[in-house]
């Protein structure tokens, strides 16, 4: 059982709107940034988010992040098929010194 | 340019000890801020992080498995090695190393991965 909470499936027709949710507690979540993770099958995870609302270079400004208190939320418009991937939230946990990972939501794109 | 190669054995027989490398290029596991990261994704799993070697040689580990794992690092060959002790079945995985590069808080750079099984 993974320390963050990620639904474990979220969908939505091409061209809208989805939202991810990552939950936690106060322990790690607490003053501590989440960043966000693509993983497509057969290739390295890909990071869209840090700090908790940052994107890397290079990622589209179709992919944001927030966080408020002790959850956080990805969110992806205008979703295209190439979107269909496994997101998973992933932060650094100050207080147990051990990187912590939600257990991932499988996108799909009707 | 950034990149982590993982390299090590496919097949690893139960008690057996696997030790992966994590070679490196576009930086150097010396300069300040610079960390690396294990991760690994049983088949069908979720992500699971395993441990983590700073710039400065400290060292942090998955408090679950700490007992079985070694993380080291050899900056004259840019390579970061994991050692993990007594594989099971359940070790069958994909290992991945990845960057982080304080204070930025993300995983940034990832290698493609490499495949271990252990049969049963």
């Known amino acids: 059982q993974s320390v963050l909470t990620q639904p474990p499936s979220v969908s939505a027709a091409a061209g809208q709107k989805v939202t991810i949710s990552c939950s936690g507690t106060?322990?790690?979540?607490?003053?501590?940034?989440i960043s966000w993770y693509q993983h497509l099958p057969g290739t390295a995870p890909k990071l869209l988010i840090y700090d908790n609302d940052k994107r890397p270079s290079g990622i589209p400004d179709r992919f944001s992040g927030s966080k408020s208190g002790t959850s956080a939320t990805l969110g992806i418009t205008g979703l295209q098929t190439g979107d269909e991937a496994d997101y998973y939230c992933?932060?650094?946990?100050?207080?147990?010194?051990?990187?912590?990972f939600g257990g991932g939501t499988k996108l799909t794109v009707l | 340019q950034v990149t982590l190669r993982e390299s090590g054995p496919a097949l690893v027989k139960p008690t057996q000890t696997l030790t992966l490398t994590c070679t490196v290029s576009g930086f150097s596991l010396s300069t300040s801020g610079m960390c690396v990261s294990w991760i690994r994704q049983p088949p069908g799993k979720a992500l699971e992080w395993l441990a983590r070697i700073d710039w400065d040689d400290d060292k942090y580990y998955n408090t679950s498995l700490k007992t079985r794992l070694t993380i080291s690092k050899d900056t004259s060959k840019n390579q970061v090695v994991l050692i993990m002790t007594y594989m099971d079945p359940v070790d069958t995985a994909t290992y991945y190393c990845?960057?982080?590069?304080?204070?930025?808080?993300?995983?940034?750079?990832w290698g493609q991965g490499t495949l271990v099984t252990v049969p049963s």
């Open positions: 106060s322990s790690n979540f607490g003053n501590n940034y």
């Open positions: 990845a960057r982080y590069n304080i204070p930025a808080t993300g995983l940034d750079y």
């Open positions: 992933g932060t650094w946990d100050g207080s147990l010194s051990t990187w912590v």
